[in-house]
């Protein structure tokens, strides 16, 4: 059973960062791919970020590229997202997710490719 905790979400000002962080357990992390979405109050699910276990390959959404970054580190099975300049429209409910894949290179935009889920974590930016 795989299982995976978020952590590290908070309140914060405009401007300012966070780091999140998503520990797995109960799988070959270093072969999941590993991604970052976020859901605001009343909208649906969106992407954020994704990450290639293999080379460390990453894709974002246009609205947080050049102010986030993801990036994973195998050994402690963990996948971070590091936010800098955040907005008040990045206030939402972070959760990260994975997906086992035997393609090193790839990563995946879209949530209904993933199968493990964390369970969420909240972050506020106030104006």
């Known amino acids: 059973q795989v299982r995976m905790v978020e952590s590290g979400g908070g309140l914060v000002q405009a401007g300012g960062s966070l780091r999140l962080s998503c520990a797995a357990s109960?799988?070959?992390?270093?072969?999941?791919?590993m991604g970052w979405f976020r859901q605001a109050p009343g909208q649906e699910r969106e992407f954020v970020a994704a990450?290639?276990?293999?080379?460390?390959?990453?894709s974002y959404a246009d609205s947080v590229k050049g102010r986030f970054t993801i990036s994973r580190d195998n050994a402690k099975n963990t996948v971070y997202l590091q936010m800098n300049t955040l907005k008040p429209e990045d206030t939402a409910v972070y959760y990260c997710?994975?997906?086992?894949?035997?393609?090193?290179?790839?990563?995946?935009?879209?949530?209904?490719?993933?199968?493990?889920w964390g369970q969420g974590t909240q972050v506020t930016v106030s104006s």
């Open positions: 990450i290639s276990w293999g080379d460390g390959a990453t």
């Open positions: 109960g799988g070959t992390f270093n072969r999941f791919a």
């Open positions: 997710a994975a997906v086992r894949t035997g393609y090193s290179t790839n990563y995946f935009r879209n949530q209904y490719e993933y199968a493990y």
